[in-house]
């Protein structure tokens, strides 16, 4: 058998050799990231014939729990199947069942894992951030790592009730990126050959985080719905009852400074409803249209309280670091201002200063020129 090294480096029985070509050798994984998320992965994965090994910490182990205690996963939805998942708590395990680990938590929760994996050697390792809002740019005091990726959004929107996965929707094709271009082709179809969907590979970064529209669809929708929200706790459709036009234009105000950094950058990126659409194969011609008819999106409930990850990352991991590049390129960004400030002033959080800002991600010392020279493409046309 001849094999051969996809991510650069050599990593043995990455491509098999068979009578006609080289094929990639279906790879173990591991998910780091016991929540909907994380299970609908796995669930996804092993139906198509990948060993795969979830990771809980064992400080957040509400979903993993219930799935043991049954002892198998049940998926419904876009996804059906019953499974019974390998789940650890254990780190040295994960880290050790494969050197491919797929991190499906939230970015507020991404800090507490690297934590966990500093005492590893982590050198022949890849680590794909599902998303990845600029994981690459945290410090990671003492961390070496092969290859770290970044996606965009999660495959799958999802749902779990005591162990019991719903997939209300599997996205056709999802961003991806690293922190540098020069990605060997080989590279991108081990990448490719993990997923279960298609992945769109991005310049950089810093192209695949403006890309995470989740800045654009969800702070809006729960500051604007936070009355509803905290009087019902969440007992209406967050999507079909509550992005209404008036929301749809505060949302089209943000989305156009998102472009507008993107294209101090050379990004020629998609505006908000072409990207969900793209994702999902979708044809809605606007936002309301997305919001009433999309089945991804016109079941979801609204969350119980302001305390939702919708805020509580998408503000400062999307809107605080998207802030933070804007003002770095001289992009003018008051109706992201706006809704960072409203909502601080909401929940009490001071959120400029908790979240990725330029500081954070060790940009803060770098020049608008410096910044364009080390993330900026010119004119080039930059997703494949």
């Known amino acids: 058998m001849l094999t051969v090294s996809s991510l650069g480096n050599p990593m043995p029985n990455d491509y098999t050799y068979n009578e006609h070509h080289f094929v990639p050798s279906q790879p173990k994984v591991c998910i780091i990231g016991a929540g909907p998320a994380g299970f609908a992965l796995a669930a996804d994965l092993k139906s198509r014939g990948t060993d795969v090994l979830i990771y809980s910490h064992p400080t957040h182990h509400r979903q993993a729990s219930y799935v043991l205690d049954k002892g198998y996963l049940k998926a419904k939805g876009k996804i059906t199947s019953t499974a019974t998942p390998d789940v650890t708590y ?23 894992i690297l934590e966990a994996l500093k005492s590893f050697d982590l050198r022949g390792h890849t680590i794909v951030a599902i998303p990845g809002n600029l994981f690459s740019l945290v410090p990671k005091v003492g961390l070496e790592v092969e290859n770290i990726f970044e996606t965009n959004l999660s495959p799958y929107s999802c749902r779990m009730h005591e162990g019991e996965l719903i997939v209300l929707g599997k996205k056709k094709l999802i961003y991806i990126g690293s922190l540098h271009a020069n ?6 179809t081990q990448i490719q050959h993990i997923f279960p969907v298609e992945v769109k590979w991005c310049h950089n970064i810093i192209e695949v985080c403006l890309s995470n529209i989740n800045g654009v669809f969800h702070p809006l929708m729960m500051l604007m719905s936070a009355g509803r929200i905290e009087s019902t706790a969440g007992d209406f459709m967050i999507y079909a009852d509550g992005l209404t036009q008036s929301v749809a234009n505060a949302m089209l105000a943000v989305d156009s400074v998102r472009i507008a950094i993107g294209a101090a950058f050379g990004f020629e990126l998609k505006g908000v409803v072409e990207v969900s659409n793209e994702c999902y194969g979708h044809d809605f011609k606007d936002l309301v249209d997305l919001a009433q008819n999309s089945g991804p999106h016109n079941n979801l409930k609204a969350p119980p309280d302001m305390g939702h990850r919708n805020i509580s990352e998408d503000v400062p991991d999307l809107l605080v670091c998207w802030y933070g590049l804007a003002e770095k390129l001289g992009v003018e960004a008051s109706p992201i ?48």
């Open 90 to 112: 254990d780190i040295s395990e994960a880290v050790s069942f494969t050197k491919v680990i797929i991190l499906s938590v939230p970015s507020t929760g991404q800090e507490t």
């Open 183 to 188: 990605l060997s082709t080989h590279s991108q």
């Open 337 to 384: 201002k706006a809704v960072i400030t409203l909502v601080e002033m909401a929940t009490g959080r001071d959120y400029m200063e908790a979240g990725r800002n330029m500081r954070k991600l060790n940009l803060e010392h770098l020049s608008r020129n410096e910044l364009l020279d080390r993330f900026g493409v010119g004119k080039s046309k930059l997703c494949i």
